[in-house]
Structures are given as structure tokens and as C-alpha cells.
């Protein structure tokens, strides 16, 4: 059992304060409606592994909030962080303001857990990367994504490949019609922007698909809401292509100024079918694989029908099939998991039990892809020599 404290409890802090304060590992007591007690069979219990001491934020609003809800409020973050009983910070500020915590943490004596991004820039987490080794503090990047369904089903694929060799993969999230993102992530200098909210999970998902070297990075990034108060233009989406040493392609995008599309959120293609599912849930999740072929069929052409030069909508006997009328659809089981597994993660590496899953190495490489694609949407799209 670790205490744990919390600085910032705004939209993702207020839910780490009820996930555990409460100790049910959920952020709202809604998302327990879409439980799904078949692939969440095995969960670890939150209660005996974390303790929430205490939160802090500057907004009096959020701070009324915890006291109701039964949360000791710090009188200020020097008080947080002087308190013997906390054995580890969580911090859940808004981006350009990482560094500068997580190292005051450290320093205090505190291990970290840190909101994704962990930092806006690589170079700050190079120095908070080098304060956890001086300290001997651990420093825990919250890249919590790695344990949803639907990467986890689609992972399951690209490693045991039922349908052969991986070779391209589209991953998408929208906005669901959203007006562009908002707060203080519709500002570019606190660290705004889709590429750094939800380009770090959909790219650290990828990067633990394929351990090969990302060779080059492609990105189209797009702002429709103009420049935000400084003046400066935050990316509101983006497309983004990486192409991997092992001649895997990977297509990724995200925007927060669009509808989502009813394109389904993941489809990997390999030699014999494709795979599917859809966002967080995996809901869907199939492999469609054509249905075997005759091996007596021989195509006469002499018998297709006669066309006219120019033939209208619906004249005529069809040549092929309706699209998917030749398929067979499977579906995929979706993977036992562990809805807790970070924070488990988090303590017992803390107390020497495990290795660390989700490592700083492993977020400055996701940082440095990120870096790397704005760069190549800023040059309209040009892709970049990234690890040769």
C-alpha cells in the first residue's frame, strides 16, 4: 500500500481522485454502466494498493468539490509536497507545467505518476528523466491506453498473425463533432493541441506493436478555428503516416474539429484478411477473410455482359459481386485484462516487485515521433527520416 497525492484535479485529476478515493479504479461512477464483466474478469483491487492522502489546485471550485467529496484539500502545494505520509505525487496539470513538478516532486522525495503528455517537449523530459536517476525516484509516464480492448484484441493479431503477415494499419478517434479542443488545450504554449492529447496514446500503442525502427514519419496537421490568444495556430487534427523498418505502414488521425467517421476506429490489413474493431470497447471486433475460392472456377470473359459505350445507373447485369458479398466475418474474443494494471504496475515497481511497464525511454521515443510530425506539418506534409 502506497499514499498517493494529487496536484490539479480538474477534468483528468478530479476522475484519478474518485478512481481512487473511492477505490473502484473508475474515474465516474457512470462508466460503470459499460462494464464488461467478461473481459474484465481478472482486476486488481485499488484499495489495497493506493491510498489517497490528499489533493491540491488553485481553483477554489475544484477545491469545494474534493471537500464534499470527502477528500482532504492541502492548504497549498508546498504543503503537499513537504508531507512525509505521501509517498508518490500524481500530477495532473496542464502539460508545459510537467517538468517543473515532477522534478520538485522528486526532489522532495516523492515518486511520480505524470498525466500524459508527461511533458510538451523531449528535452524537458530529458531532465526530468535525469532527476529520477539522481534521486532514485520512480518517474511514471501515464500512457494508460496500452490496456484498452480494442488495441489489445488488435495486438493480439499483429503477434499471432491467424490471417498472416501485418502490412498496413489504420487507427483513427474523432471528436465526435467537437468545436476543436478546449481549455487550455486549444492553446499551443501550455502544451495544446490533438497531437499531444491523443497522438501520444495512439502512437505509444503502435510503437509496442512494432518494435522495428520507425524510418520515416509523415503529418498533415490542420487548424480551423484560427490562431488561439497568443497568436499561435494549435493543431486541431492531424494524418499522420509512419513507415516502420519491417515495411509495416501505419495511418493515424485524430481530430477534435470534425464528426467521427463511421469508418470503423482500428482495421488491420494482412496477407489473408482483415481485422476490425471499434474505439475504447472494442465493440465489433472481427476478421474478415475472403471465402475460398473455387478450384474449379475459371473466369470465361466471352460470357460477361455486352456494355454500351456509356452505361447509366442500374442498366445492365452487374460483373462483380456487391462489395463484401464473398466474405467470411469472424469474430474476435476480446483479451482478458486488468482495468488497474497501471496503477498496480505503478506501486509494485515501486516496491521492487515488478519491472517497469511503461517507461520514460519508452515516452521520450512516442515525444520525439510527435516532434518529428509536427516539424513535418509545419513543411506541408513532407515525410522525415526519423531512425535510419
Not at 3 to 15: H, L, S
Not at 76 to 105: Q, R, S, T
Not at 370 to 379: D, N, R
Request: aromatic share 8%; net charge negative.
Amino acid at each position: 500500500m502506497k499514499n498517493i497525492a494529487i496536484i490539479g484535479i480538474g477534468n483528468m485529476g478530479g476522475g484519478h481522485a474518485l478512481a481512487i478515493h473511492y477505490g473502484t479504479g473508475y474515474t465516474d461512477w457512470q462508466i460503470a454502466q459499460i462494464i464488461n464483466p467478461d473481459i474484465e474478469a481478472v482486476t486488481t483491487d485499488i484499495s489495497k494498493k493506493l491510498k489517497l492522502v490528499g489533493v491540491w489546485d488553485i481553483d477554489p471550485v475544484r477545491r469545494e468539490w474534493a471537500e464534499k467529496e470527502g477528500m482532504h484539500v492541502y492548504s497549498g502545494e508546498d504543503e503537499l509536497f513537504d508531507d512525509p505520509n505521501v509517498d508518490i505525487v500524481l500530477i495532473a496539470l496542464p502539460n508545459h507545467l510537467h517538468c517543473h513538478y515532477a522534478c520538485k516532486a522528486m526532489r522532495a522525495g516523492k515518486h511520480v505518476l505524470c498525466e500524459k503528455p508527461v511533458t510538451p517537449t523531449s528535452a524537458e523530459l530529458e531532465e526530468i528523466l535525469k532527476v529520477s536517476k539522481e534521486t532514485g525516484k520512480v518517474f511514471y509516464p501515464r500512457q494508460n491506453r496500452r490496456w484498452d480492448p480494442d488495441y489489445l484484441a488488435m495486438k493480439k493479431i499483429f503477434d499471432e498473425q491467424p490471417i498472416g503477415k501485418p502490412l498496413n494499419l489504420e487507427n483513427r478517434i474523432g471528436g465526435g463533432g467537437a468545436a476543436g479542443p478546449f481549455g487550455w488545450r486549444a492553446v499551443k504554449a501550455y502544451g495544446g493541441g490533438m497531437m499531444l492529447d491523443w497522438g501520444v496514446h495512439l502512437i505509444d500503442r503502435i510503437l509496442q506493436m512494432d518494435k522495428t525502427k520507425v524510418l520515416q514519419v509523415a503529418c498533415q496537421t490542420f487548424n480551423l478555428n484560427g490562431p488561439d490568444k497568443n497568436g499561435e495556430y494549435v493543431d486541431e487534427g492531424f494524418n499522420l503516416r509512419l513507415v516502420f523498418e519491417d515495411g509495416f505502414n501505419v495511418y493515424i488521425e485524430s481530430g477534435a474539429a470534425h464528426f467521427d467517421s463511421p469508418t470503423p476506429a482500428w482495421r488491420l490489413t494482412c496477407e489473408k484478411g482483415i481485422a476490425e474493431a471499434e474505439a475504447m470497447t472494442g465493440e465489433g471486433a472481427k476478421i474478415i477473410k475472403p471465402a475460398p475460392r473455387d478450384p474449379n472456377f475459371v473466369r470465361d470473359f466471352a460470357s460477361l455482359p455486352t456494355r454500351k459505350p456509356t452505361v447509366m445507373r442500374g442498366e445492365g447485369k452487374p460483373w462483380f459481386p456487391p462489395r463484401g458479398g464473398n466474405n467470411q466475418e469472424e469474430p474476435i474474443d476480446l483479451v482478458i485484462f486488468d482495468r488497474n494494471s497501471l496503477y498496480r504496475n505503478l506501486v509494485n515497481c515501486i516496491e521492487g516487485t515488478e519491472e517497469q511497464i511503461v517507461t520514460g525511454e519508452q515516452a521520450l521515443r512516442v515525444l520525439r515521433v510527435m516532434e518529428t510530425a509536427l516539424k513535418s506539418g509545419e513543411m506541408g506534409g513532407i515525410a522525415i527520416d526519423f531512425e535510419k
